[in-house]
C-alpha cells in the first residue's frame, strides 16, 4: 500500500519519527512494508505553511486507489479541512482517545481509530503533533494502517452521499 506523508512545522519532528516507525512495519499478512512518500516538509521552518504540503499527499490518495495519506500539524484540525476539500479524500483528526468509552449501533465497542476505517473508509489520517506522545501516535498509526473497511451497506451509502457533497451535486 502507498502511503504518503506530509507536514508543517509544527509536524515535522512527529512525521519524521512515523516515517521511520512505519518503513519497519510489514503488511498484514504479508513480509513486505509499505511503499512511503515523503511530500513535505523536508525541513524544520517556522514559517511554512501546511496547506503546501497537505494539498500534495491529499491529491496523491485522490489519484491512487487505496492510497492512504498521514499528515501532522500542531492540532491535526487545518491539515484535515485542507485535505477534505479534495474530492475522493475523507480525512479524520486524531489527537488522543476519548475519556468515554462509545458502543455503534451493532452494541460494538467502537474505537476511535479503528472505527474511521470500518465506517467511514478514511483514506487521511491527521494527526495532532501537540497533542500526542510518539507512542500513542505510533499506536493509532499502526492500528489506523492495519485495519481494513467494513463495507457494510449503509457505510458504502454514506460515503457515497459524501462523494456527492464534494463533487457538488
Known sequence: MKVYFAADHAGFALKEQLITFVRELAVPGTDQGYNLEDFGAYEFDADDDYPDYVQLAAAAVARESGARAIIFGASGQGEAIVANRVAGVRAV?????????????????????????????????????RFLTL??????????????????ERHVRRIAKIDLVKSGQ
Open 135 to 152: 507512542k500513542e501516535a505510533q499506536m493509532a498509526v499502526q492500528l489506523w494502517l492495519e485495519t481494513g473497511f467494513e463495507g457494510g
Open 93 to 129: 483528526v486524531y489527537y488522543g482517545e476519548p475519556s468515554v468509552q462509545q458502543t455503534d449501533a451493532d452494541g460494538e465497542d467502537l474505537g476511535m481509530i479503528a472505527s474511521t476505517r470500518t465506517h467511514n473508509d478514511s483514506n487521511v489520517l491527521s494527526l495532532a503533533a
